[in-house]
């Protein structure tokens, strides 16, 4: 079983529109939660960290389970610059991060 | 203030042959990790070193080796090529549990 697993999509939907995705992960004994946004053929970057609170930047809310070892992420308000790929990623410990497949978005006017 | 930087952007290479990836953290920041990312997969853990000494070390051939310098950038080193090496290899370096990526070297192995 993989460690960290993603619908890949595509989500396509068009400007304006709200938009959610989960990932699982396997190991409880993960630590810390992030989303990163990736851009095609360019570096991922943080877009957030995730608490168990749930907490929201902008537009953006995610969502911890642990319960259920779940993380979510909801985009509101669609922009065409959110189209990406956005890389769920759990830290187990100090120095290994685990990142799933991803899921792309697409936004489209 | 400068980000992570990589060398070389791109690189070709035939099987068998040998390559080194470069890596300049950000300033003050004393550890680096590398990582692989294949085509429509996820970067997948390498190693990662703190203090010019190996940390961690994901599920990777000993083929695969890397270092740390004194003024904390870092080399990989990739022995013996195949085919499945090529990927986008990233660099993160990090001071706290944030890691930041840098653009990473394109390998295309032929």
């Known amino acids: 079983r993989k460690e960290v697993e993603q619908d890949p999509g595509p989500f396509n939907v068009p400007e304006g529109a709200t938009v959610a995705f989960n990932c699982t992960y396997s190991?409880?004994?993960?630590?810390?939660f992030f989303w990163y946004r990736q851009d095609c053929r360019k570096e991922p970057k943080l877009l957030m960290s995730?608490?168990?609170s749930g907490n929201e930047d902008g537009r953006f809310t995610a969502q911890l389970n642990r319960a259920s070892q779940y993380i979510s992420l909801l985009i509101r308000d669609s922009k065409l610059s959110d189209s990406a790929t956005y890389l769920c990623?759990?830290?187990?410990?100090?120095?290994?991060?685990?990142f799933g497949a991803g899921t792309t978005v697409t936004v489209r006017a | 203030d400068a980000g992570v930087t990589q060398s070389p952007t791109h690189l070709i290479k035939t099987r068998g042959q040998h390559v080194t990836l470069r890596c300049s953290p950000i300033?003050?920041?004393?550890?680096v990790s590398w990582y692989q990312q294949v085509l429509g997969q996820g970067p997948q853990f390498i190693f990662q070193y703190y203090e010019k000494e190996e940390r961690g070390r994901g599920n990777f051939p000993d083929r695969f080796s890397a270092r740390q310098f004194p003024n904390y950038s870092s080399e990989l080193n990739v022995n013996a090529l195949l085919l499945g090496d090529s990927a986008l290899y990233l660099c993160a370096s990090s001071s706290t549990a944030q890691q930041y990526f840098g653009p990473g070297t394109r390998l295309t192995v032929t």
């Open positions: 300033s003050g920041h004393k550890s």
């Open positions: 995730v608490y168990s």
């Open positions: 190991n409880s004994a993960s630590q810390s």
């Open positions: 990623v759990v830290d187990l410990n100090d120095y290994k991060l685990s």
